[in-house]
Each structure stands twice: as C-alpha cells, then as structure tokens.
C-alpha cells in the first residue's frame, strides 16, 4: 500500500478518469459506447458513461491459467471464443490438450459472468461508434487487450481505452493497437492494482447488477 494513495475507491477514480476521456472527446455529437471490464471497472465506467450520456455495457473476458502458476495469464478469452495468447508464451513447452482444456474453461467462465449480466445491458450496437473500455487499472493487460480485440470484430468506428493506472509498457503496447489510449498515472515501479486504493475490495456480482439497473434502466 502506498503512503498516499492515489484514489481513495473505484469511484472516485472513475470520477477522475472521466474528466479526462471527456476532454479528450474533440466530436461530442459522436455515439459512444462504454464498455466495462467485470466486476471491478463497473464502479469506474459508471462515471464515465454518466458524464458521456451513453449506455452502460459490460465484457467478460477470463485469463487463461494452469496450475500450479495459476496467478500466471497464459492468455485470455471472451465470450465469443476471440482468444490471445501471451507474447512470453512458449506454447510448445505446454501441453497442447492441457492449454486447450484451460482455454475452454475460462471461455464458459466469460459466457457465464457474461450471462449474469446481459440482462441488465441494453446490447446498444456499437457499428461507427466509439468504444470505450474501462477497467480499475490494468497489470498484464491480457483481458484488455481481448476485449479490444472481440470488440474490433463488431466493426467500431474507434476502440479507446480508459483506467486509472497501469505500468508504463502496458500504455505503449495498447497505443499499438487502440485508437486512443488514457491512463491517468504510469507508475514504476507497478506491482498491482490494489497498491494504489485506499479502498479496494472486491466488487461483487449483486454490486455490478445494482450498478447496471441504476444506470440502464432507472429514470
């Protein structure tokens, strides 16, 4: 934990972060879509989506683990199959049927967070809008990064990304591959997410559902 940490919870980091992606928004009669990483970039999107006037969305993406490494992402999955892989990956030292067996697994882990969560998303479609995915911050950035791309397949107009904080070498990877990059800090050493709230519990299932009715579908 940091002396000072740089946001007190999820929300008020999302509060800070949608100052920024508002700025950055040079068209404000452009359709934009916002997108969150479950369970923890909810609270974040939140404020976001709000300042934005757009629909609230989520997307489920699971990190493709073996044991005994099981904190180790081998890649990561959404629910609709797009699959990638990690860089470091030496696939052949891995046992091809195991890395497939895992792949399946975290797949129906995504369709089923997924499932939980649909019905309180309007779906709005997201061809020639902006996309905006957010999450509480970004460490390997392998869910991020197939988000971005399961996303890329339903043809935005642009695919933006939006967090807190993450390590300085996950912002130039994802300026790679991403229309627009805003991370508020880059700070190295990173070490984790959780380093830089005061509060950072875990965000459960009835959280991000109360989150979504609020926002979808409650005048």
């Given at each position: 934990m940091l002396d000072t940490p740089l946001y007190q919870d ?92 895992a792949r399946r697994e975290a797949e ?112």
């Open positions: 999820r929300w008020s980091a999302g509060e800070a972060l949608a100052e920024q992606v508002a700025a950055s928004l040079e068209d404000k009669n452009v359709v934009v879509r916002v997108y969150a990483l479950p369970r923890g970039g909810i609270p974040v999107a939140f404020p976001i989506a709000q300042k934005l006037e757009c629909p609230l969305e989520v997307l489920a993406a699971k990190k493709i683990t073996l044991p005994p490494q099981s904190e180790l992402a081998l890649g990561a999955v959404t629910p609709d199959g797009t699959t990638v892989w990690a860089d470091f990956l030496p696939r052949k030292q891995y046992n091809q049927q195991e890395l497939e067996q129906s882990s995504a369709i089923a967070q997924q499932e939980e969560f649909n019905p309180y998303c309007p779906s709005a479609p997201v061809e020639n809008a902006i996309v905006i995915l957010v999450d509480d911050g970004i460490a390997t950035g392998m869910t991020m990064l197939t988000a971005v791309e399961a996303l890329r397949k339903q043809q935005p107009a642009q695919i933006w990304i939006a967090t807190p904080v993450a390590p300085p070498e996950v912002k130039k990877q994802f300026e790679q591959v991403c229309d627009q990059v805003i991370i508020c800090h880059t700070p190295d050493p990173f070490l984790s997410v959780g380093r830089f709230y005061a509060k950072f519990p875990q965000t459960s299932t009835q959280e991000v559902i109360s989150y979504l009715q609020s926002f979808n579908f409650e005048e």
